[in-house]
């Protein structure tokens, strides 16, 4: 079927819309934007720049997708915005381009961000992601496959929130939360792995306990943080989870939040 354009709408000539797109009442889309087969851009929402959306997408009612990052250092550089395929941007959430650090955005597929979301410049979103109401992401915030975020959450720029992680709304996060980690709170606290969260995923029991025991070690032994990553390179460097949890640590520039 060919894109299905209320009347209303503004579509640029040059917009690609691929098979079966709806572009509803009153919505705007700019040059250059591509927008893959059955997605829907809904009422009075504007999608522009350099902005590709994947196959099965939602844009919800107001929602502004691919505008200029609200850098100052942005002097109107091409840069870009990808979304994933099934990845659905609910009422009046707002998404920035990329700046000229790293050319752009990219959210993964499969992700959900709910109502009055931000999300900035530069951010990079695994597959999976959950950012609930007004979630609030700073410049080149990282966030891990099937992580999620609490509404009112504002997350401070460059931090990093692992795979897997879990921050209680209402939260404050200036610094790195681990992968698998459970936090909530003003100041940021951990509150032990999630999961609740991996057994949804298909965690294994026994692979739930490899990671809670890491965290022990890391957060509750009294060992130093470089005495527990290294017993643990040493007892349990062959299960992936855990070697992703200590390179997470070692690579941390913000620091990682206790």
């Known amino acids: ?89 609910r009422e009046y959430a707002t998404i920035n381009r990329g700046t000229n650090a790293t050319g752009s955005t990219v959210i993964g597929p499969r992700c959900l961000l709910m109502s009055y979301v931000h999300v900035a410049h530069d951010c990079r979103l695994g597959e999976g992601v959950i950012l609930a109401n007004a979630v609030q992401l700073g410049g080149h915030v990282e966030i891990g496959e099937h992580a999620q975020v609490g509404g009112l959450t504002p997350v401070h720029q460059f931090v990093r929130i692992g795979a897997y992680g879990f921050v209680g709304g209402g939260s404050r996060v200036p610094q790195d939360v681990p992968p698998y980690a459970r936090t909530a709170g003003n100041p940021l606290r951990l509150y032990g792995i999630n999961a609740v969260g991996l ?40 299960i992936s989870e855990v070697t992703r949890l200590l390179d997470f640590l070692g690579t941390s520039e913000r620091g990682v939040m206790v």
Do not use: W
Request: proline share 5%; charged share 20%; net charge negative.
């Open 199 to 238: 057994r949804r995923a298909g965690f294994s029991a026994d692979l739930r306990l490899s990671i809670q025991h890491a965290y022990r070690l890391l957060f509750n032994s009294g060992m130093s943080r470089r005495e527990a990553m290294d017993r643990l390179r040493t007892e349990s460097g062959h």
């Open 1 to 89: 079927m060919t894109p299905r354009v209320h009347p209303s709408a503004l579509v640029d000539p040059s917009a690609e819309l691929d098979l079966d797109v709806v572009v509803e009442a009153f919505a705007m889309i700019g040059s250059g934007v591509r927008i893959g087969a059955g997605s829907t851009i809904g009422p009075r929402a504007t999608v522009y720049g350099a902005t590709r959306i994947g196959a099965g997408c939602s844009v919800g009612v107001g929602a502004v997708v691919g505008s200029d990052p609200q850098d100052l250092k942005y002097n109107g550089e091409p840069t870009t915005l990808e979304i994933g395929d099934e990845t659905h941007i």
